[in-house]
T-cell receptor
Framework: EDQVTQSPEALRLQEGESSSLNCSYTVSGLRGLFWYRQDPGKGPEFLFTLYSAGEEKEKERLKATLTKKESFLHITAPKPEDSATYLCAVSAGTASKLTFGTGTRLQVTL | NAGVTQTPKFQVLKTGQSMTLQCAQDMNHNSMYWYRQDPGMGLRLIYYSASEGTTDKGEVPNGYNVSRLNKREFSLRLESAAPSQTSVYFC?????????????FGPGTRLTVT
């Protein structure tokens, strides 16, 4: 059974204070690892897809990395607008069904 | 492009009532999905449709039915609502083929069953 565990559950940062979110996974035949951002009352918004160990993707202050067992979402010099829940998911098999973690709630304060 | 749209945005049902949640996408995607999101549980797959004319069960299908009406539309039906089905429901669609394998989500339907 595919499993995704995210840590920490919640993270509070001051503006400019860099940190990392963790996503550890077990899956048979990884097809892709996905990061999403979810704002309160809205649907998940796609951020990144990673396909193989060693791959990295960047977007503004966010950088996602992948190893064979886990992924990190690094947030550099965050701003209050980065406050959201960040979701990690893995897919396997031809139908690309996603298995999600429970997310990390990030709050960035001034 | 509107992306993925869902109706209604909010709904309150009484136990035993039925309803259909509607989802449509305008991205010409082949695959569509229904998830539910509950506090502390993460998003869980209810049903999916890999292509027009096919549907399959996901992790939590009991109490639900789906219809892939055409390539654009994928509906979720609750035949006899129960309080345990109080949740936020998200529809998603997927482009096919690596590297474009990501799913795009709608804004959600917030359902309360009393």
């Amino acid at each position: 059974e595919d499993q995704v565990t995210q840590s920490p559950e919640a993270l509070r940062l001051q503006e400019g204070e860099s940190s990392s979110l963790n996503c550890s996974y077990t899956v048979s035949g990884l097809r892709g690892l996905f990061w999403y951002r979810q704002d309160p009352g809205k649907g998940p918004e796609f951020l990144f897809t990673l396909y193989s160990a060693g791959e990295e993707k960047e977007k503004e202050r966010l950088k996602a990395t992948l190893t064979k067992k886990e992924s990190f979402l690094h947030i550099t010099a965050p701003k209050p607008e980065d406050s959201a829940t960040y979701l990690c998911a893995v897919s396997a098999g031809t139908a690309s069904k996603l298995t999600f973690g429970t997310g990390t709630r990030l709050q960035v304060t001034l | 492009n509107a992306g993925v749209t869902q109706t209604p945005k909010f709904q309150v049902l009484k136990t035993g009532q039925s309803m259909t949640l509607q989802c449509a996408q305008d991205m010409n995607h082949n695959s569509m999905y229904w998830y539910r999101q509950d506090p502390g549980m993460g998003l869980r797959l209810i049903y999916y449709s890999a292509s027009e004319g096919t549907t399959d069960k996901g992790e939590v299908p009991n109490g639900y039915n789906v219809s892939r009406l055409n390539k654009r539309e994928f509906s979720l039906r609750l035949e006899s609502a129960a309080p345990s089905q109080t949740s936020v429901y998200f529809c998603a669609s997927r482009s096919t083929g690596t590297p474009k394998d990501e799913q795009y989500f709608g804004p959600g339907t917030r359902l309360t069953v009393t």
